[in-house]
């Protein structure tokens, strides 16, 4: 990203927003789990890389078998991510053909040049690698269809937010093959089923914009192969 937009990110994501990213929110870790289930699907082994890797949690949480390397623009958050032996030794930029996995988990729609990094990330992944979309907000569900908005968006924090089929259709442009789409609603740690569906019908008659809640689609979790 330009150093002008990384310098106002770097304010954006103080210490306060890393307060529950240190494997200690249980409905977190119970999400890792099921996206550990997803990726040990297609691979459990070889050299991955994390976009916006936070502490280091969720590769923590994978257990991986080889390498693993984060990119964070918050330092003290990469402090605790290395202390945790997640290199920072390359990126997206500088190796090709480098990584077997790439994840962008709950990122994408932070970035503010975000088709650079996935040409980035076609470049730098091995023939066969995949790319994982996790916890990534989709604006072809009925949530944002409706309002315009999904519960985990912050306007100030978001540039692009995709949905599932354009994810898919610029992601084939770039030269992968799409595998696999999901959307967890159903099985999310989050979710409080007959609550998420009796706000959902008062947000809908009432129109109050305030009420937030878990529901069908508003997540997707995606992988891509090279």
């Known amino acids: 990203m330009s150093e002008d937009t990384k310098v106002d990110l770097k304010g954006i994501y103080d210490d306060d927003y890393f307060i529950n990213r240190m494997s200690n929110d249980p409905k977190r870790m119970s999400s890792f789990q099921l996206e550990k289930i997803f990726i040990y699907n297609y691979i459990s082994s070889g050299r991955l890389i994390d976009f916006?890797?936070?502490?280091?949690?969720?590769?923590?949480?994978?257990?991986?078998?080889?390498?693993?390397?984060?990119?964070?623009?918050?330092?003290?958050?990469?402090?605790?991510?290395?202390?945790?032996?997640?290199?920072?030794?390359?990126?997206?930029?500088?190796?090709?053909?480098?990584?077997?996995?790439?994840?962008?988990?709950?990122?994408?729609?932070?970035?503010?040049?975000?088709?650079?990094?996935?040409?980035?990330?076609?470049?730098?992944?091995?023939?066969?690698?995949?790319?994982?979309?996790?916890?990534?907000?989709?604006?072809?569900?009925?949530?944002?269809?409706?309002?315009?908005?999904?519960?985990?968006?912050?306007?100030?924090?978001?540039?692009?937010?995709?949905?599932?089929?354009?994810?898919?259709?610029?992601?084939?442009?770039?030269?992968?093959?799409?595998?696999?789409s999901r959307f967890p609603y159903l099985h999310s740690p989050y979710k409080f089923f007959f609550m998420d569906h009796f706000l959902f019908l008062i947000k809908l008659f009432s129109r109050r914009k305030s009420i937030k809640f878990p529901f069908w689609g508003s997540v997707m979790e995606i992988c891509f192969k090279k």
């Not at 590769?59 to 997640?86: F, P, R, V």
């Not at 480098?98 to 023939?127: C, E, N, W």
């Not at 978001?158 to 994810?167: M, T, Y």
């Open 52 to 180: 916006g890797c936070s502490t280091g949690e969720f590769i923590q949480s994978l257990k991986w078998n080889g390498e693993t390397y984060g990119i964070e623009i918050s330092d003290s958050a990469a402090k605790i991510a290395k202390s945790n032996s997640i290199k920072f030794d390359h990126d997206l930029s500088d190796v090709v053909d480098y990584y077997d996995v790439i994840i962008f988990r709950g990122t994408i729609q932070h970035l503010d040049d975000p088709f650079k990094y996935l040409k980035l990330a076609y470049r730098s992944l091995k023939p066969g690698g995949y790319v994982f979309f996790l916890a990534t907000p989709n604006t072809e569900s009925i949530y944002y269809r409706l309002w315009r908005t999904l519960p985990m968006l912050d306007p100030v924090m978001n540039f692009w937010i995709p949905g599932s089929q354009e994810l898919n259709n610029i992601m084939k442009n770039f030269g992968f093959t799409h595998i696999e």
